[in-house]
């Protein structure tokens, strides 16, 4: 995978389609928009929108990215869906344009480049679901430009290049944790390739890392305050001790297959395999990188789906790497004198991921915003969070008809639905899990305090034991449910609460405290359940 100079352009790629390529994409960003503003907001996405609503440093669950991503869509576009999904549309384009110059760069083939921009395109992960707020849409576009910064520095040897190595990491770091498992990556970049000594000697890699963690350090600052939380939080899922599960391996599999592509993901898989045979053996830094990068942390969430069920955007970040890794063995397979069957043949299937792939994303895309059935049931992903609304009307009734001040919920996610629906015309407050809320502002304690207030819980979580903790009366009042396509996907029990005010920050082992462990583990460590 050497760099190639210009002059050396294969004639047969000096006059790609650029203009239909253009247009393309720009259909598919216009695609991703209207996505973007006709889907109900999902539960996550609404609980990021209430953090770019505070001024802290970090939070329990996740750095503070996405939340300044957020900030910045609203700032643009206020309160609305457009205005918390923007920074995905951005964070989509940027991806593109990196990956794009890291294949210009590497390859000199503009069939290439234009395969580059086309394959995130083709999956479902990008395609559509970059549209959706996650601290992985955040950290993304980080996370390859600190892939970039890293070819420039083998194309040019300018080491002034793993400062800006230094800087996208930490970005990527303060968007989500996972891009921790990028290190590999980089350090095989450094040590395989016979220029170790160089760098190993220089004091750039070392101010990059220095960059990295000056970058990252509000995270570090806000950790130290609050007794490390967020690491202990993550380091839950990342210990847990459960049984070995075929479904949890299948799920795994089976959520690449339609997030990355049914023919797309073999492909890719085929690339960025070849890329890294090719590193290894003749020790080139970018094939080494780029492959590591894609190896490594996939390797990892394979090994952790036997025995925990691994969310759907934790491997988000590793396949723009691939994408690149793909494109670039595009050209590498001719270079290197492979057979003209075996070139026709890969290019082939290169085609039918693109197109079919494309193809499967529109579909989706019409299914969500102009089919009238859901075909899924009550497991569609965008279904199961949908619907909020109808909870929401109901509640306005009752807060009239009970002369209710403030709303009490029990879990994040209806506490950031509800947030969101009332933009501050009536405090929300999640009653218990108050770990997650740490430093947050005064919800309006002024309205709170001895007044009646409407509880509003999924069932069965209005009857959690932790009520009997309080001083609460509870009048059972309605139920309601949330329907999507005509199924019910959730019942919410409405209530009113009297004679009993929520404390915003109880003491750390009080269950009004703790938070719930994704990973399933009762108790960890100091009384932290």
Do not use: C
């Amino acid at each position: 995978m050497t760099i190639v100079p210009p002059d050396k352009l294969r004639a047969s790629s000096a006059a790609p389609p650029w203009l239909a390529v253009a247009l393309l994409i720009a259909a598919l960003t216009a695609m991703r928009l209207v996505y973007a503003g006709m889907l109900d907001l999902r539960t996550d996405e609404a609980y990021y929108w209430t953090w770019s609503k505070e001024s802290v440093l970090s939070f329990l669950d996740h750095p503070p990215g996405i939340a300044w991503s957020i900030r910045f869509g609203t700032a643009i576009f206020g309160d609305t869906l457009i205005g918390v999904r923007f920074g995905g549309i951005v964070a989509m384009l940027v991806t593109q344009l990196l990956l794009a110059d890291i294949v210009r760069r590497v390859t000199h083939d503009m069939r290439a480049v234009i395969f580059a921009v086309l394959l995130p395109e083709a999956a479902l992960y990008y395609g559509l679901l970059m549209a959706k707020v996650a601290p992985d849409t955040a950290m993304i576009p980080f996370a390859v430009a600190m892939l970039w910064s890293l070819v420039r520095l083998n194309e040019s040897g300018n080491p002034r290049w793993w400062l800006a190595a230094g800087l996208f990491a930490g970005l990527a770091l303060l968007s989500k944790f996972t891009a921790i498992m990028l290190l590999p990556a980089v350090a095989a970049f450094v040590l395989v390739p016979d220029w170790r000594r160089r760098w190993l000697l220089s004091a750039y890699p070392w101010r990059a890392a220095l960059i990295a963690v000056i970058v990252f350090s509000p995270v570090l600052i806000w950790n130290a305050q609050h007794d490390w939380a967020s690491f202990r939080f993550q380091l839950v899922r990342a210990v847990a001790d459960r049984q070995f599960s075929l479904r949890t391996v299948g799920e795994f599999i089976g959520m690449q297959f339609g997030l990355v592509g049914f023919v797309l993901l073999p492909v890719v898989l085929f690339g960025v395999t070849l890329t890294a045979w090719r590193g290894y053996r003749t020790r080139e830094p970018v094939a080494i990188l780029l492959s590591t990068a894609v190896l490594v942390p996939f390797l990892y969430f394979l090994w952790k789906s036997l025995t925990l069920r691994v969310g759907d955007t934790w491997p988000m970040f590793l396949w723009p790497a691939g994408f690149a890794a793909t494109a670039i063995n595009f050209v590498m397979l001719r270079r290197e004198g492979v057979s003209e069957r075996m070139i026709k043949s890969t290019f082939w299937w290169a085609r039918v991921a693109v197109i079919s792939g494309i193809a499967f994303v529109v579909g989706v895309f019409f299914y969500y915003v102009a089919a009238p059935w859901n075909l899924i049931g009550r497991t569609d992903p965008v279904g199961a969070e949908a619907g909020y609304e109808q909870v929401v009307a109901r509640a306005r009734e009752q807060l009239r008809a009970t002369g209710a001040h403030w709303i009490a919920a029990s879990d994040y996610r209806t506490y950031a639905m509800l947030r969101w629906h009332f933009n501050g015309q009536v405090p929300v407050v999640q009653i218990n899990e108050r770990g997650r809320f740490q430093g947050f502002a005064d919800p309006g304690m002024d309205q709170i305090k001895d007044h009646p207030g409407l509880v509003v819980a999924r069932e069965p979580d209005h009857r959690l034991p932790l009520w009997d903790l309080t001083t609460a009366t509870r009048q059972p009042l309605e139920r309601v449910e949330r329907v999507w396509r005509g199924t019910v996907m959730d019942t919410y029990a409405l209530e009113k609460i009297t004679g009993w005010t929520p404390e915003l920050s109880p003491p750390p082992d009080s269950p009004l405290f703790r938070w719930r462990v994704l990973a399933g583990i009762a108790r960890f460590d100091a009384g932290v359940s």
